[in-house]
């Protein structure tokens, strides 16, 4: 980082002071992990915005355990103060804190600036991934979905090593600027099977069922029409959850997207696979609100940049689910679109360079296509 962007984020930027951290904790903000030092203090010169931070404790054993961590939009100057609770193992918010005490240190978060290490912006593609992948998550959604100070509650499995150790550090950090690719498709898949989906505590995404995609009250054809066409319940809670504002809707797919990527989350998993789904399965709202859909292509093809191969191989291939939902979103594309259509193709050929794999252009496998748990319901009109 040059010296005047440097001066520029010291001015501006906002601090994360994290006390009491015991050494050789892991502890990470956005696509940067460290494993610390015992005079790590914490982060400074953070850019204004949304930020996820994580941490994970070390057994006496030597054993890394699950991640947690929470999500913060910082203000500009703004020092956030956090202290590590050796008994619970994890983060006192500034509500547990004696005021005074986090007064007096903001006031002097200058004594700390030599035992605090600075935002990576080296390289400075990880932040704008950071941003692209976050850009529609708002204040409003995080407060909304995460209402325990936007913390992410972590995997109910326990015993299971869900993230390769960092490097090691010698006093305060250091940087080992990975992007997230430690996501262990095993952790996911152990979660699912043979077991009922449990939401994780403190987490309330919106809640819909794929299956009952219709109004209250319908029969025959119009059940029919809306179990093979999910508009109508898309529609409903464009207007009864998020305003009217597709932007909102796209900011709870990241949202879930990020809890899967950053913490291993399975209700954030879970969230984004009924999403997805659901925004691939409607053929009357892409007349409606192209707008919609060619943002969430964009949103989709930033997420699915940032999968690693053997995570998408394992669980997004897993009973057809990609090819089955993207077949479906380019048979409700209009031919009368061409820029929904080009936006298709990119689509298709990232996916086809980055993972190896095709899309058919074929109408072609329509029983498995509508096959499993979620699959539209059919009425016979036959008396």
Not at 96 to 109: A, C, H
Not at 324 to 339: A, D, G, M, S
Request: charged share 25%; net charge negative.
């Amino acid at each position: 980082m040059d010296q005047q962007l440097a001066n520029q984020l010291f001015e501006k930027g906002a601090f994360l002071l994290f006390l009491e951290a015991p050494p050789h904790l892991e502890f990470g903000v956005d696509y940067h992990a460290w494993t610390i030092g015992p005079l790590f203090k914490g982060v400074k010169m953070i850019p204004p915005g949304l930020h996820f931070i994580y941490y994970s404790a070390l057994s006496k054993e030597g054993a890394e355990g699950i991640r947690t961590g929470f999500f913060h939009f910082f203000e500009s100057k703004e020092v956030l103060v956090r202290e590590w609770n050796p008994h619970i193992e994890d983060l006192r918010d500034e509500t547990e804190l004696d005021p005074d005490q986090v007064e007096r240190l903001r006031s002097n978060i200058r004594d700390f600036d030599r035992n605090m290490g600075p935002y990576p912006l080296d390289p400075p593609t990880f932040y704008e991934r950071w941003k692209q992948l976050t850009n529609y998550i708002t204040p409003g959604l995080v407060h909304r979905i995460l209402p325990n100070n936007g913390k992410v509650s972590h995997l109910p499995e326990k015993g299971s090593d869900s993230l390769e150790p960092s490097q090691d550090t010698n006093n305060s950090s250091s940087s080992s600027s990975r992007p997230p690719e430690t996501l262990d498709p095993a952790t996911i898949k152990d979660q699912r099977l043979g077991k009922q989906i449990e939401k994780e505590q403190g987490m309330e995404f919106t809640p819909f069922v794929l299956r009952h995609s219709f109004p209250k009250g319908a029969v025959g054809q119009e059940v029919t029409r809306w179990s093979l066409d999910k508009s109508w319940l898309t529609r409903q809670l464009l207007n009864t959850v998020y305003h009217g504002d597709y932007k909102v809707l796209l900011g709870e797919l990241q949202l879930a997207f990020v809890c899967l990527l950053m913490a291993q989350n399975f209700s954030g998993f879970n969230q984004w696979k009924q999403l997805v789904q659901l925004m691939c399965s409607c053929q009357q709202l892409v007349e409606e609100m192209p707008d919609l859909f060619y943002d969430f292509m964009d949103v989709l093809q930033c997420q699915l940049n940032e999968c690693p191969e053997d995570f998408y191989r394992d669980i997004l291939s897993e009973n057809n689910f990609t090819t089955i939902v993207l077949k479906t979103l380019q048979r409700n594309i209009p031919l009368h679109n061409e820029r929904l259509g080009k936006r298709f193709m990119k689509l298709k050929r990232f996916i086809i360079k980055k993972f190896d794999w095709e899309i058919s252009d074929h109408e072609d496998d329509e029983e498995e296509e509508e096959g499993g748990e979620n699959a539209p319901v059919i009425v016979d009109l036959e008396e």
